[in-house]
């Protein structure tokens, strides 16, 4: 991509040369739009419920950046001929159900004949130019709030297994099918919001990565700190983690540095690949305390403060037990 001769306009606010969750291009002084596309195969079993986490997790990087979700356009790869349309149509019914709940209007969409099954949205959103939220610009003195517990990819590779309890799994479908929505509002009612993004195939650890790159700061995790689903912790400690994990380990621990006291099931959830995961959100200390208890108020129990942005120049993010 980075040999990719880029057409630039001075009305693009952001474009694809950060690692942004979604592009934003300014229509006019007081007016954006954002805009972000998704799609992936089936992690669950239940065509319905896939489409619910499909939607959910398109429309999380609109949230992440601040703005409102308006339209979505269906993306759909489907095995005609291979499976029953019938399966289609929970699927699409699943997530038209996140996009009411959601307040966006389906507008269309595009499908072709595959061999394998994927589905997803395009979503178009809108936003202040001056209010949008990048995943860079946190500042020294920042507190790291997390929205959601992790363990979606751990929880979704056992269910592939046959090897995961019923709870857990409903636990994570009921997080990968809860829209950011709730947080994002809260967010952006709380103000003097630095920097956010969401947490999704990176890991914990590897967005948080790209929020400090280049920036001259660097990153506290307190690892004890961070929500995980129950149930997790042993099936990490018995090596079921999704390939995707080695992978985001492999790219991101050197900007790592790991606390010995840290064990090594732990650092693995801190890599571990989300689908439709939680905003991570940088703001000031007294801001990130109240918007805390906001959240906690308002049935985001899985809410914490995870971390903290420090002045040191390395730039490593230092994982502590």
């Not at 979505?72 to 019938?86: E, T």
């Not at 400090?212 to 307190?222: A, C, Q, R």
């Not at 099936?235 to 050197?254: D, S, T, W, Y």
């Not at 939680?278 to 305390?289: F, H, V």
Request: glycine content about 10%; hydrophobic content about 50%; aromatic content about 4%.
């Amino acid at each position: 991509m980075r040999d990719l001769p880029l057409i630039a306009d001075p009305n693009l606010i952001v474009g694809m040369e950060h690692a942004e969750d979604a592009g934003v291009y300014k229509l006019r002084n007081d007016l954006a739009i954002v805009q972000t596309i998704d799609f992936f195969t089936p992690i669950v079993d239940d065509p319905f419920t896939f489409g619910q986490i499909a939607v959910t997790n398109a429309l999380s990087d609109v949230y992440a950046m601040g703005g409102k979700p308006l339209t979505a356009m269906n993306v759909v790869c489907f095995p005609i001929g291979k499976m029953d349309i019938a399966i289609l149509r929970d699927i699409l019914r699943g997530g038209l159900e996140k996009m009411r709940e959601a307040g966006v209007l389906l507008v269309g969409g595009h499908s072709v004949d595959d061999a394998e099954l994927k589905y997803g949205l395009s979503v178009t959103g809108v936003i202040h130019p001056d209010k949008v939220l990048l995943n860079r610009g946190a500042k020294a003195g920042d507190k790291l709030i997390l929205t959601k517990a992790l363990g979606t990819g751990i929880v979704s590779t056992a269910l592939k297994r046959g090897m995961v309890e019923d709870e857990l799994a409903a636990i994570s479908v009921s997080s990968m099918t809860r829209l950011n929505k709730q947080a994002a509002e809260l967010m952006i009612e709380a103000g003097n919001v630095h920097a956010a993004t969401d947490i999704t195939g990176f890991g914990f650890l590897g967005h948080a990565c790209e929020m400090m790159e280049g920036s001259g700061l660097s990153m506290i995790i307190s690892a004890s700190q961070v929500p995980f689903f129950p149930g997790v912790q042993r099936l990490a400690e018995n090596g079921i983690v999704p390939g995707g994990l080695h992978r985001n380990k492999q790219f991101r621990l050197p900007m790592i540095a790991v606390d010995s006291a840290c064990p090594p099931w732990l650092l693995d959830i801190l890599f571990d690949p989300q689908t439709a995961g939680g905003l991570l959100i940088a703001l000031p200390a007294d801001d990130a305390e109240q918007l805390l208890e906001r959240m906690h108020q308002e049935g985001i129990a899985d809410a914490a403060i995870v971390g903290e942005v420090v002045a040191a120049a390395d730039g490593v993010i230092r994982v502590l037990a």
